[in-house]
């Protein structure tokens, strides 16, 4: 009786909803090709631009396409300090990223995978770091770490990664607590340590984890402007914020293709890791809910 | 019997106890030694300077002035409620935030909508959609000074085409407009999250409630929607404390960064941190500066308090509801 009656509904609707599918599919596609258009084009724009003079930026109206591409730009991204504010920055990113991830997933590990009494609260903890808003310990700390003389040198970032991130310490237990809980007993029965199930079992299957946290804090750190912003000097700082202000000619005016031909450089590796371990990134935001 | 419980008897069930006892008290310590390089970090890079901070805004610490502090009990907070640019930057974040947050998190779960369904080449637009969130701030607002630029603007330039001679002033005419494009420009980060929650929801729901009769609406009003608000409420707290924060990106949009302090160009680029972030890292107020960053932060505290409590009135939390999913 059912049976008979779902079919008869079915029917009507079904062959209408063909043409409006097709329909929808169409004005789907339409728009997600448009939002690609408007969330690309401005990437696109900074290297479009980038190839041109200053003079011919400035002219107006303006074009579409480079009269000629001054690929020669490129190189003179380099006659200024550009290297050593991008070894500035790896000084700080790689040892903050090696300590960040390792401390999270220590820490990601100790939650998912051992039962005590203050666990859960310790947990709430991590997470609620993420509800305060981060001037509220920034400037405190600032006059702390002037009064250690920690100011103007790598040590925060130091400090900062031993502590490892709220986000990544949650992706870590996320993570660990779904591994099977077997191979954590095998590994007791034969004798092993706590740290070593952590080092030798736990650490060499989470590559995807590992890499996902990694890029993540690398990204950070190399985008970040605020802390270098605060905590460094000018001979000391990071390419996010020798890019604003770097790229002038003697009279203090801005050379903006030139800032752009570097703002092109800065952001290029982003867009390299990004595509090439794309699956992890997104997976790592799936899995933790947050992002970046 | 007696024998047997005298030999073996107290040994095993004690022996297992103690055995698990002592793998017990091995779990807790073991579970301490993994977390204390957190605890140590969290009880001297927060909880210390949650609290030097605190102690701060009761003096008038200016950076140099240690020997003569001054004690000045709640003068700093006072100082603050009585201040135009507080009222001002206060009322002008949260107008941003009321604009941007809501929009972009509708935006994000639209996109997520469109992009559930089953169309060709669905991966590569979620990774370009991506793309605004892996790109670093100081690069990007870059971009974004080139679209929204007066003469040399992309935006302008389109607009012409139009209206010829368009010479919109966007960073100092509509700086808000510019700054919440800005924020949507993000909204893959968002989308990510939705769609992965979208595909979690069984295709049997949508199938049942189909077969009753179900339109698109009811069908997105009653099972896409509730299923989809943990995430929606996960977002709009992280994007809350996110959005109400906002600091690089107006100071980088609307300044000629010099090497010490930004100058702002525009009124309506002066959010609430970046009034603060003035005060103190132009100005060495440390103790006002810490009183703002307080009151700031008992505002989104109140503000997080309020959206957790209506949560149980909106998320949905899947418990057996067998009545409510249809």
Redesign the interface.
Known sequence: MSAVA?SI?RRGPRTWTRAGNAM??AL??L??VL??A??????A??FL?SLRTQAE??????TFLPSRAHWENYWTVFEYAFLAKAWNTLQIAVPSVILTVL??A??G???AR????L?NV?FI??LS?????????????F??F?RLHLNNTYWPWI??G???SSYH?FLFRQFFAAIPEDLEDAAEVDGCG??RI?WQIFMPNSTPVIATAAIFHF?WV?????NPQ?FLT?AKTT???F???AYQDPKGNPLDTL??AA?AV??TP??I???VA?KY??QG??TT???? | MERVISTVGVSPITRSRRRYRRRERGEIISFHLFTLPWLLGFICLWIAPLLLGLATSLTNYNGANLPTLKFMALRNYARAFSSADFYFSLANTARYTGIALPAGLALSMFLAIVLNQPLKGRDLFRLLYYIPAILPVAGAIRAWKLLFGLQSGLVNAFLSVFMPGTAINWIHGHFLFVLCMYDWWHVGTGMVLFLAALQGIPVELYEAARLDGAGRFRLFRHITFPLITPVLFFQLILGLIGTLQVLDVPILLASRASENMPILMTRSSFMYMVYLYSEVFGFRRFGYGAALAWIFFIIVLVLTLIIIGSSRYWVYYEVSQEGEAR
């Open positions: 779902t509904t929808r599919r789907s596609y728009l997600l939002v690609t408007i969330v690309v084009m401005p990437v724009w900074i631009v930026y400035t002219s107006y109206p303006i401390s999270s220590l820490a590990f100790g939650f051992h039962r005590a009494p666990r310790m903890l991590v770091m993420l509800m305060v808003p981060r001037m509220v310990t920034i400037i405190p700390t006059m702390l002037a400090l900062w031993l502590m490892g310490i706590r740290f952590f990204q190399w985008g970040d402007w605020v605060i000018a390419l996010a914020v890019l604003q202000t800032q752009l703002v800065y952001i982003m867009l890791v990004f595509f794309q990134i997104i935001i799936v809910g947050l992002t970046g």
